[in-house]
C-alpha cells in the first residue's frame, strides 16, 4: 500500500457551530470549508493544520454513523484518514491481509475523495478510512 500522509483526524460532535468556536476562537485555527454529505448523513467542517487535516462531524439524523457514534461513545475522535495512491488496491491489499472491510471499493466522501473504511476491529480499535483524489 502506498500511504502518501495522514489525509484527516476525523471528531464527532453534536454541535458544528459550537466545535468551530472553539477552534477558531480558542485553538485560532480557521474553518475553510463546510460541507454536508447527504449519503453519510453528516455535516462537515475542514481545518489544516500544516499537512493534516481536522474534519469535524455532525450528524444530520440519529440514524446515521456520526448519530450512532456519538450515542455509543460520545463526542471525540471518530477515524484515522490515510491518503493512498490506488485506493481500490490499497484495499484489495488490505483483505489479502484478513483485515475486515467496512467498504469493498470506493465511495464519494466529502471533499471530492474517494473514501472506503477498514473494520476498527481489524485495526486495533481505531476506525480506519483510505482515501484518494479522483483522478
Do not use: W
Request: aromatic share 6%; glycine share 10%.
Amino acid at each position: 500500500m502506498n500511504i502518501s500522509h495522514i489525509e484527516h483526524i476525523g471528531i464527532a460532535v453534536k454541535d458544528i457551530d459550537e466545535a468551530i468556536k472553539y477552534y477558531e476562537g480558542v485553538l485560532g485555527l480557521k474553518c475553510y470549508a463546510l460541507e454536508e454529505v447527504a449519503d453519510q448523513k453528516v455535516k462537515t467542517a475542514f481545518f489544516m493544520v500544516g499537512q493534516t487535516k481536522i474534519e469535524l462531524l455532525e450528524s444530520t439524523s440519529p440514524d446515521g454513523p456520526i448519530g450512532k457514534f456519538i450515542e455509543k461513545k460520545g463526542e471525540g475522535i471518530h477515524h484515522l484518514a490515510f491518503a493512498v495512491n490506488g485506493l481500490q488496491n490499497s484495499l484489495e491489499e488490505v483483505k489479502s491481509k484478513n483485515v475486515n472491510l467496512i467498504d469493498e471499493k470506493g465511495r464519494k466522501g466529502a471533499e471530492g475523495l474517494n473514501i472506503a473504511f477498514l473494520h476498527p476491529k481489524s485495526t486495533f480499535g481505531v476506525l480506519t478510512e483510505l482515501c484518494e483524489k479522483p483522478e
